[in-house]
């Protein structure tokens, strides 16, 4: 596992830096980027970190392929 939530700055706008970065690295386009941070900011930081956890797995997983 190369990205993990754990360890990292709490702060939601490095949070989301963070994934935005792995996502980049991971290869999801611009358009599937955009779409997870703005679920992300659509409600309480609770959401926020799920959804971007969400995201960060799915960076692992395709890692793994």
């Known amino acids: ?3 993990d939530l754990v360890g990292q700055d709490g702060n939601a706008f490095s949070l989301m ?3 935005q970065r792995a996502m980049k690295e991971a290869g999801f386009t611009i358009m599937e980027i955009n ?4 679920d992300a900011m659509s409600s309480d930081y609770n959401n926020l970190l ?3 956890d969400k995201a960060i797995q799915e960076c692992n997983q395709r890692r793994v392929k």
Request: aromatic residues 16%; charged residues 25%.
């Open 50 to 52: 799920v959804t971007l």
């Open 17 to 19: 830096g963070y994934t």
């Open 1 to 3: 596992m190369k990205y």
């Open 35 to 38: 779409e997870v941070l703005k």
